[in-house]
């Protein structure tokens, strides 16, 4: 499955995994960031098209880095005149991996952290045993 979002005035086309490099966005690495401008949906049976976006459909992505991108140079000069100007610049970019892409009506999958958040209760209660049976006798 593949999806077409629209950040920072430029379109970009994204799938599962992918890494993609964007004009800065707030967030920390690590940080999760959702998309809700979907301008495309498609997979093997076909696409859908918004108009101009998609409603309900979402791209979910996580922040990987914030850096700077390699420096360009911008030379001026006016021949016979005297004039040379030479600047450079460098752009902020966020680096995210996509993680998931969900269509119009689809809901996102559970999070792992509940399955850990269980166990360690039941390690908890299993520690609180024996320390109730001890007092007990």
Do not use: C
Not at 96 to 117: F, S, V
């Amino acid at each position: 499955m593949y999806a077409v979002i629209k950040t920072g005035g430029k379109q970009y086309k994204v799938a599962k995994d992918d890494v993609i490099r964007v004009e800065k966005m707030a967030g920390e690495p690590g940080e999760s960031v959702d998309f809700s401008e979907v301008l495309l949906v498609g997979d093997d049976d076909g696409q859908t098209v918004g108009a101009p976006l998609i409603e309900g459909a979402t791209v979910a992505a996580t922040v990987l880095e914030q850096k700077r991108d390699k420096k360009i140079i911008v030379f001026k000069k006016k021949r016979r005149q005297g004039y040379k100007r030479k600047n450079g610049h460098r752009q902020n970019l966020t680096v995210l991996r996509i993680t998931d892409i969900l269509a119009a009506g689809k809901k996102k999958a559970a999070p792992k952290k509940k399955a850990a958040a269980k166990k360690t209760e039941a390690v908890a209660d299993a520690g609180d045993a024996p320390a109730e049976a001890k007092s007990e006798e």
